[in-house]
């Protein structure tokens, strides 16, 4: 027992010199959680939109007209998610905006001011505004949410500045809430199960292929420590680390405030089965690695494509049938929905339980028909 | 310096270069890797109209309503049929009226990141019904939008995301590359080596760099068939301009990997500060999504990283981003003279070290 316990701090120990392992276990998802809530639940938020909108008027606004929208651009206004850019060409404007400079150009049509008159006789044609806006994503952006502006003002102009008795409410998927679905919460497990993938795609196989190729396993066969303590040592050095990258993940969800859901019992068991799962997997990952060289080329395709496709960041589900099968085989993709649908209040499908036992079995099955090998070609 | 020994020098930089899985990977795979899944994700919302978007509608509701409302439109029978819907990927957002109370209830999947688009509709959702409710008939303020191409031809949002591919491929494939030459050559001890021959520092270095030129050149030409074939560009590159700029982002990145390592000495240290680098500059490329999107107090940092230039001059190219030709010949020599400047030195700082 006391020779597991020194070799396992020997290797927690070696492990975490490497300025790496700690960087991409531990440090990487708090970063990437902090930034992605910092960037995605921002969308929408007026204070933090600064899209340049450029503006051209074919004909000076007069009367109501031009006190309505000189109080609406002015920057003064904390509704106006827009900085306004004013221009005294059209050219000018429209070539702006095929350079980014500007995010959309308003053009406010001659014979405007006839909306002046329209407040009275409500018959009268009024020409439209002309948006013009490119397909870059940030004018694509700016020219919707000018849409959505420019509707709430017609709203506000009809009811006289009177506010709609509309009650609105959302819902995921049939849950009401008290509280709204932030993307924090749909965010969380994802990173958890970042962070759990990290010890077992790279750190796992990469320090087996280390020994392998360094020889260690054959050093260690000349001392008293058995194969299965060497095993059991390596995976409980990733094992620690491992909790305390979900120590610190924890901490910050509590800062953040996320959902309380995943405090509950049944999300921490389930996140210690999505535990046992993907290192199961790691291990077996171990075993087909030959060299170093392979297992970083190796690992990094399969990260990427699992962080990618298994519904971590966007809905993957309706993909082309030719990533859409990596979706379905991957075992993340379930273990993700599984703690998403208890993040919700709602109970977990057999599938999130049946796919990632047949890779669990599968995985550990291979490993320990292959760990033995190892040592022994080693040898 | 010999023509000879120069090109047997980049032949055997070239295979040595196509043994070494981590440097093929991070040249070729990734870059075809992040293009097949950004573009089948992405590409495949670009391509989809706004016409085609499904609201399942549940509610006693006036025909009106559904008249203004400028999607397709299902009704369905209650709330269980929305779960089902939406599951099933029949609708793509729930929406239950209740006309009495003058309630709406959104129902949806959770949210995620390349939802913005629901963001919006359901936005417009809410004014269309305010205005029904208010008995509003027509609008104060019309507003006709006017799509407007950048280049010659329209473009679409794809356009600008595999060209960031390509801006990303070249800063990897430059930066990765010299931290492999110096780092890991230098750590086998295969600079010495290369030193007690008649090869010279400067030769040396320049037929590494053409090697690893070569190996970007490949990577360019990759993404662009693939993304030609598969998603259907709308874009013509100007090949020639494409070329400088090929030339120098990759000298430009291959100096900076040198830098890196001319601060971190240690080629390990090197290669994760430069993933950290590489990682943080997706973020800050507006390549995925909008920088706008980013909070305010570290937009700046943007401006800092090279990937910014690199993917406008790359557009600039594909004619899909107008920068003036001043400001397309200046980024273009800073990061040419700068990433020879660098080159330069370490042929001089690192050989001379290994002697």
Known sequence: ????????????????????????????????????????????????????????????????????????????????????????????????????????????????????????????????????????????????????????INVRINTKGEVMPLTIKEEILGIEQSEPYRYRDYLFPAIILMSILTVAVFNMPFDFSFNVEKGIFKKLSSSPITSNGFFVSFLLSHIILLIISLFVLYIEAYLFNVSPYIYKLNFISYALFSIMVILSVGLFLSSLYKNMGAAGAISQIIYQATIFLSGFYFDVTNSPWIIRWYVYFNPVTYLVDGMRKIMLGSSIALVNILIPVIWMISSILIFSLTFKRMIYNEK | MKNKRMFSLISIFSKETFRNWMEVFFTLLLPILLLLLFGTIFGTEASSNNDEYQIGIVGDVDETITNLIPYQVVFLDDKNSITKALDQNQVDLGLIINDENKEITFVQKEPDMNDQSTIFIKLELQNILKKHYAGIKEDFINIEFIETSIGASPENSLDFIITGVIALSLLSGGMFSMINVFGRYKKYGLIKRFLASPVKPLEFTLSASISKLFLNLISMFIIIILGGVLFNLNFYFNWLSLFCVFISSSIGMMGLGVLLLLIFKDPAVTSEVATILYVAMTFFSGVYFPIEFLPKSIRWISNLLPVKYVTDLIRFSGNIKQITLNNFIVINLVLFISGSVLMFISSKVFLKEEK
């Open chain 1, 1 to 152: 027992m006391k020779k597991i316990i020194n070799l396992t701090k020997v290797f927690f120990i070696n492990s975490s010199r490497e300025f790496a392992v700690p960087f991409w276990t531990i440090i990487f998802p708090s970063l990437f959680f902090i930034l992605f809530i910092s960037i995605f639940e921002n969308i929408g938020n007026v204070e933090n939109m600064d899209f340049k909108i450029g503006i051209y008027y074919e004909q000076p606004l007069q009367g109501i007209v031009k006190n309505v929208f000189d109080e609406i651009f002015s920057s003064q206004n904390n509704n106006n998610p827009f900085e306004i850019i004013e221009y005294d060409s059209f050219e000018k404007g429209l070539d702006n905006l095929k350079k980014s400079k500007i995010n959309a150009f308003v053009i406010f049509p001659q014979n405007f001011n006839l909306l002046n008159i329209k407040f009275f006789i409500n018959e009268l044609e009024v020409p439209a505004l002309k948006v013009y806006y490119t397909n870059e994503n940030t004018s694509l952006y700016a020219k919707n949410i000018f849409d959505v502006f420019i509707d709430e």
